[in-house]
């Protein structure tokens, strides 16, 4: 019987399995370690990292900071880790600083409680809560707090465009607050997720799934989006960016989008690694950075 659009059970799980499309999750796992790894060494040598600050009360609300080499005030790259909402950490989630230290950019690594432990309600609070207190403490380290900018990776990118459905001024911020985002590989509409065996960990029910898509949600933070997945990727995945990008172009909001040849669900975001990528290149060029 199908569970959602013409899938049963077998071929929806299948199709929200980004790791069906390669052979070693693990391999890629280990690449965002490494580099994370070796970009806090540097930044730790250099002193130009801030490590384990707390932007709320909870002991996984947490980020590290990677500074340019030059004195402020410079814009901000906030980046948000995937992993389903219930997996990898900010240990995972410094590989792309060095490019940005190297152009200018501070870069901050987000931490975040996981499912089963917390729900994806509070999840998405918690990025929330991340970006203002960034916000509100730019002028300590020199941030531009005109110039912060969000990228995500799958579970990263949701929580990235769930952050231009947020009333900043809620939070005593601007309304556009956020001045560019960047998602990869997301998931911008949580029914099929629901249904899915993701749900097990997440135990949304449908209202929650509706309050936290992207897709069915308005955008009320205005800014430059980029939009991209690899190639080799499930055709949910894919359909999901699509349809979204049909949906924020239609409502007259600025996308640059495409489809990264001989990239997966898993390395398309290590892209942020090589100032000469695709990638890389659309998001310097939203931070004006070249």
Same mark, same amino acid.
């Given at each position: 019987m199908p569970i959602y659009s013409s899938f049963d059970q077998v071929t929806l799980d299948r199709e929200y399995s980004p790791s069906s499309c390669v052979d070693d999750i693990n391999v890629y796992i280990f690449e965002y370690l490494r580099g994370s790894r070796e970009a806090k060494k540097a930044a730790i040598e250099q002193g130009s990292g801030l490590f384990d600050l707390a932007y709320g009360t909870s002991g996984d609300e947490i980020?590290?900071?990677? *500074?340019?080499? +030059?004195? @402020?005030p410079a814009p901000l790259q906030v980046y948000i880790h995937?992993?389903?909402?219930?997996?990898l950490s900010k240990e995972a989630s410094s590989f792309a600083a060095p490019l940005f230290q190297q152009q200018g950019s501070f870069f901050a690594a987000l931490?975040?409680? *996981?499912?089963? +432990?917390? @729900?994806?309600?509070e999840i998405v609070a918690q990025n929330r809560r991340a970006i203002a207190w960034l916000y509100q403490q730019?002028?300590?380290?020199?941030?531009d707090r005109d110039k912060i900018h969000v990228s995500g990776s799958s579970a990263g990118a949701h929580l990235?465009?769930?952050?231009?459905?947020?009333?900043?001024?809620?939070?005593?911020?601007?309304?556009?607050a956020i001045k560019g985002v960047c998602a990869v590989s997301g998931i911008y509409d949580l029914e099929p997720i629901r249904l899915s065996y993701v749900n097990e960990a997440l135990e949304m029910d449908a209202g929650e799934a509706a309050a936290n898509s992207p897709m069915k949600q308005p955008i009320r933070n205005q800014c430059p989006i980029i939009l991209a997945y690899g190639d080799n990727e499930t055709n949910e995945f894919k359909r999901q960016t699509d349809e979204y990008r049909e949906l924020l172009l239609a409502t007259n909001e600025t996308v640059s989008f495409n489809q990264i040849k001989d990239r997966n669900h898993f390395d398309v975001i290590l892209?942020?690694?090589?100032?000469?990528t695709w990638l890389s290149q659309q998001i310097l060029q939203?931070?004006?950075?070249n």
């Open positions: 980020l590290d900071l990677f *500074l340019p080499g +030059a004195a @402020g995937g992993g389903y909402w219930q997996d931490n975040y409680a *996981l499912a089963p +432990a917390v @729900g994806l309600s730019a002028d300590q380290w020199g941030i990235a465009m769930m952050m231009l459905s947020t009333d900043w001024t809620q939070y005593g911020l601007p309304k556009d892209d942020l690694m090589d100032a000469d939203q931070m004006e950075l």
